[in-house]
């Protein structure tokens, strides 16, 4: 191999080590968004403008601000 095809050969390992780590980073940070949520403790933009979040006895979603009540179901 000759010198410009052994620098190509390692700018491409380069980039596609990066790629890998940036598709893993983005992996486990959706990851952990569903766990959050799965367990309830995830802050979404509703709660931001007043919205409480909550489950009711058959654990469904329910979110709460003064007099109304948006419910999710499973």
Same mark, same amino acid.
């Given at each position: 191999?000759? @010198? $410009?095809?052994?620098?190509?050969? =390692? =700018?491409? /390992?380069? *980039?596609?080590?990066?790629?890998?780590? *940036?598709?893993?980073?983005?992996?486990? +940070?959706? $990851? !952990?968004? =569903?766990?959050?949520?799965? +367990?309830? %403790?995830?802050?979404? %933009? *509703?709660? !931001?403008?007043?919205?409480?979040?909550?489950? $009711? /006895? %058959?654990?469904?979603? =329910?979110?709460?601000? !003064? %007099?109304?009540?948006? @419910?999710?179901? +499973?």
């Amino acid at each position: 191999m000759d @010198r $410009d095809t052994k620098s190509f050969a =390692v =700018v491409c /390992a380069i *980039v596609g080590i990066l790629l890998t780590l *940036v598709m893993i980073y983005y992996a486990n +940070k959706s $990851d !952990k968004l =569903v766990d959050d949520y799965a +367990k309830g %403790n995830l802050t979404l %933009n *509703v709660e !931001k403008t007043g919205w409480a979040q909550g489950r $009711d /006895a %058959n654990g469904n979603i =329910v979110y709460n601000q !003064k %007099n109304y009540e948006c @419910r999710r179901t +499973k």
